[in-house]
């Protein structure tokens, strides 16, 4: 019988993980746990340990891990059409589900174009972006993003990111683009002046604007508010760019809205979606555009001004089921209002949170809460950096739940399924966590 330490053992012999320095795992110091199953906010271990994934799976899952329904739509879907190539063949799930996000999305988006992963999606909004401006005669070779922003790791939208850490070696490979001010570090008035000086600085060179909205995720959970978002789909339109959206991360009732633009009444010129989408259960991603971007690219004939960009699994009919049974959940329940009453919840435990001395910070959109735990007054490098990522990891973990800070920012990213038991479990572990490093940083000071 396969024993939990063979599969690390086995797995370390041959895999590459993601978002990784393998070598933290081969010496220990971080654990790397094989998982046998899932169910509701729970992974379960080959071991048999549970964890509650307080972070859905690179906030993924929306309604459990194996959820039933969804499992059977897509094994249903499994015995009928697996896959079809999606150049000039189509079929009833991708449809389906391009009718009922265009119903969702905000007003104007009525086009859906389809990828496989979340980078993919930007990839395709950037170069629709580029692509409607070179048809037109000009080349408008900037995208302005958000300081602190991020949109995947492929080259593109490494290009559009601002995470130092993921985009510093490629730098070279990278086009040129301009950051403007964010919102969540700079008052919303200065973070919309700094663009309307980069919009008029260069006239008739950018082709868009790229923003997450109301969240930048990755970049350490940086919350702003929906004026913003006001401001910033006037400046476009005042500049004559298009504004992409990209709801990767805020999509799917995350922010407190089936989308975050929803909250500011906006609607973006193009809009990426991936990660919820299928209620956490197959890679797919989608970008919305509004039809007259895709009017000015359907007049053209085939060739260079056509848009050609191509995935092999582009509408995938699995993945495509999966998201049409997630958006039957969100039909069938009231996710956002059961979502509020979690986040009541929530709230009444980050109140604690601002009790301990290293906790600053606090704060929370929908279901996402983060704050920053800070031990450097203390000088202890065991509690800094990358040694104090592991740390939280490590602690994590040995008391059964899942967090991936980032840096020295903690935040949970919950299931939606997740109970209010549940979130008592989870905070409670998070306060003994802080105690244990507190403790731990006194007797070293
Ligand atoms: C806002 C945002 N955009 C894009 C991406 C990239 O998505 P993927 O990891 O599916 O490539 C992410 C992933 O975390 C994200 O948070």
């Given at each position: ?337 059961d979502n509020a009453k979690l986040g009541a919840a929530i709230d009444r435990r980050l109140s604690v949170l601002r009790g301990f001395s290293c906790v600053s910070g606090v704060r929370r959109r929908g279901m996402i809460a983060a704050f920053e735990a800070d031990f450097a007054e203390r000088g202890d490098s065991l509690l800094q950096g990358r040694a104090l990522t592991i740390k939280i990891i490590n602690e994590s973990l040995v008391r059964g739940i899942i967090l991936r800070p980032l840096g020295n920012t903690i935040y949970i990213m919950p299931p939606y399924i997740i109970t209010a038991a549940e979130i008592d479990l989870l905070f409670d572990q998070i306060e003994d966590i802080l105690k244990t490093l507190e403790n731990y940083a006194a007797k070293r000071s």
């Amino acid at each position: 019988m396969e024993t939990h330490d063979d599969l690390i053992r086995r797995d370390l012999a041959v895999i590459w993980h993601p978002c990784s320095q393998m070598s933290e795992y081969i010496a220990g110091d971080l654990p790397l746990a094989p998982i046998a199953s899932g169910e509701g906010a729970w992974l379960v271990g080959t071991d048999g340990r549970r964890y509650l994934d307080a972070i859905s799976s690179w906030w993924v899952n929306l309604f459990g891990h194996a959820n039933k329904y969804i499992a059977s739509v897509v094994a249903a879907q499994a015995h009928a059409l697996e896959h079809c190539i999606f150049a000039g063949f189509t079929h009833k799930q991708a449809i389906r589900l391009a009718e009922r996000i265009i119903k969702i999305a905000p007003r104007g988006l009525t086009k859906v174009f389809f990828a496989d992963n979340g980078s993919a999606a930007v990839e395709v909004a950037i170069k629709m972006a580029f692509h409607i401006f070179a048809n037109r005669g000009e080349q408008r070779e900037i995208i302005v993003s958000l300081a602190g922003g991020y949109h995947g790791e492929t080259l593109g939208a490494l290009a559009a990111g601002d995470v130092e850490i993921y985009r510093e070696t490629y730098a070279p490979l990278l086009f040129k683009g301009v950051r403007a001010k964010s919102p969540a570090i700079v008052s919303e008035a200065e973070a919309l002046d700094d663009l309307r000086r980069i919009l008029s600085e260069n006239k008739g060179k950018v082709c868009a604007v790229i923003a997450e909205p109301l969240v930048q995720c990755a970049g350490a959970m940086a919350m702003f508010e929906p004026s913003y978002l006001c401001g910033l789909r006037s400046l476009c339109d005042e500049f004559g760019v298009l504004w992409i959206a990209d709801e990767i991360a805020t999509g799917f009732g995350r922010t407190g809205a089936m989308f975050a633009c929803d909250l500011a009444g906006v609607t973006p010129d193009l809009m990426t979606l991936s990660k919820g989408l299928t209620g956490g259960f197959l890679p797919l991603a989608l970008t919305l555009a509004r039809a007259e971007i895709y009017d000015e690219f359907a007049r053209e004939s085939y060739g260079a001004r056509s848009f050609l960009h191509s995935h092999s699994y582009s509408g995938n009919p699995l993945a495509c089921a999966a998201a049409n049974a997630s958006l039957d959940i969100f039909e069938n329940r009231d996710v956002i209002g059961d979502n509020a009453k979690l986040g009541a919840a929530i709230d009444r435990r980050l109140s604690v949170l601002r009790g301990f001395s290293c906790v600053s910070g606090v704060r929370r959109r929908g279901m996402i809460a983060a704050f920053e735990a800070d031990f450097a007054e203390r000088g202890d490098s065991l509690l800094q950096g990358r040694a104090l990522t592991i740390k939280i990891i490590n602690e994590s973990l040995v008391r059964g739940i899942i967090l991936r800070p980032l840096g020295n920012t903690i935040y949970i990213m919950p299931p939606y399924i997740i109970t209010a038991a549940e979130i008592d479990l989870l905070f409670d572990q998070i306060e003994d966590i802080l105690k244990t490093l507190e403790n731990y940083a006194a007797k070293r000071s």
